[in-house]
């Protein structure tokens, strides 16, 4: 991939990153209303969310060259 593909990719990561983000705090807002709370939904949601941090991490791996000290 160029740079200008992966910076495209890194966009998309963080923006479904954060969509996460407010999923996971719409489910606890909406527990919090009704008293339940899907555990397993909100696990599930949260281990996606650390799978695309770790991909975000990986994309900006890719696009930092190192530097040698």
């Known amino acids: 991939m160029n740079e200008q593909e992966l910076t495209k990719r ?3 990561l963080r923006s479904e990153h954060r ?3 407010a999923a996971i705090a719409a489910l606890l807002a909406a527990a919090d209303a009704n008293g339940f709370v899907d555990q397993l ?3 599930r949601l949260k281990k996606r969310k650390l799978r695309l941090k770790d ?3 990986v994309v ?4 930092i060259p190192d530097i040698i000290a």
């Open 41 to 43: 939904q909100i696990a």
């Open 55 to 57: 991909q975000i991490a």
């Open 10 to 12: 890194l966009e998309h």
């Open 19 to 21: 969509d996460l983000d």
């Open 60 to 63: 900006e791996d890719n696009l």
